[in-house]
């Protein structure tokens, strides 16, 4: 059955990156539509100024990553905050990636901080805890590219964990009363990307021993089309 996918695009890639990459609801696009040919796309920029949808529009929302953190005063910040909770009241599912797992978690009582244990970049391999139903394929461990400093610390109540690292407490989760579901991890970004990301931080967030030992992990494989399976057969399954 077909869906519309409503992107929140709340970042994107840095200035000297944007002539080189396409945007963040572009990649999805590209991540997701091989998974489910009968999904559709729109995107609202809120950092551009865009307005939030109306929550009893949206078919479903993804909401992306971004360079900000949740204790960042961006004006659209608080806005995306009560469309999280109206869309929650809604049972509109509901994804977010990276920054939208940490949003999501703050609008709904979450503790979300800049983590004591620094930058997470490079392939992470997570230890997945529970499965569900829309799982499907999935093995002890799951991995994905990385780029954060945020993290969830504390879920909101009627949250189950679903994976975990050394690294990241709280990578994924699904949330038990509402359709929705949130990913730390970029299944959405090439390796080619991610490199290029890196190495746009080197001798500022980032050192180059660090951006050089994170590019070597991404010869590892990566989970991103399992990932895309997932989230397709969650958003089939929600609307139910």
């Given at each position: 059955m077909a869906m519309r996918l409503t992107i929140i695009e709340t970042g994107?890639?840095?200035g000297l990156l944007?002539?080189?990459f396409p945007r963040y609801p572009e990649m999805f696009r590209t991540l997701l539509s091989p998974a489910d040919a009968a999904l559709t796309f729109n995107a609202a920029a809120v950092l551009d100024g865009e307005a939030l949808?109306?929550?009893e529009t949206c078919e479903?929302?993804?909401i992306t990553g971004s360079p900000f953190g949740v204790?960042?005063?961006?004006?659209?910040m608080d806005p995306l905050r009560a469309f999280i909770r109206a869309t929650a009241?809604?049972?509109t599912p509901l994804v977010g990636i990276?920054?939208?797992h940490q949003i999501i978690a703050d609008a709904l009582g979450g503790d979300v901080r800049k983590s004591e244990k620094g930058w997470g970049i490079g392939r992470?391999?997570?230890e997945v805890l529970e499965t569900r139903d829309w799982m499907e394929g999935a093995g002890q461990t799951l991995s994905l590219a990385v780029s954060h400093q945020d993290q969830v610390i504390t879920p909101p109540r009627a949250v189950t964990t679903l994976a975990r690292s050394s690294h990241t407490e709280h990578a994924m989760l699904a949330y038990d009363d509402i359709p929705a579901i949130t990913i730390q991890g970029h299944p959405e970004f090439s390796d080619t990307y991610v490199s290029a990301l890196y190495n746009n931080r080197r001798g500022k967030a980032l050192t180059g021993m660090q951006v050089d030992g994170a590019i070597a992990t991404l010869k590892q494989p990566v989970d991103s089309a399992l990932v895309a399976r997932w989230i397709t057969r969650f958003l089939q399954t929600a609307r139910r």
């Open positions: 994107r890639a840095p944007r002539d080189r949808p109306e929550p479903a929302v993804l204790y960042d005063s961006m004006p659209w009241a809604a049972r990276c920054f939208g992470h391999t997570y």
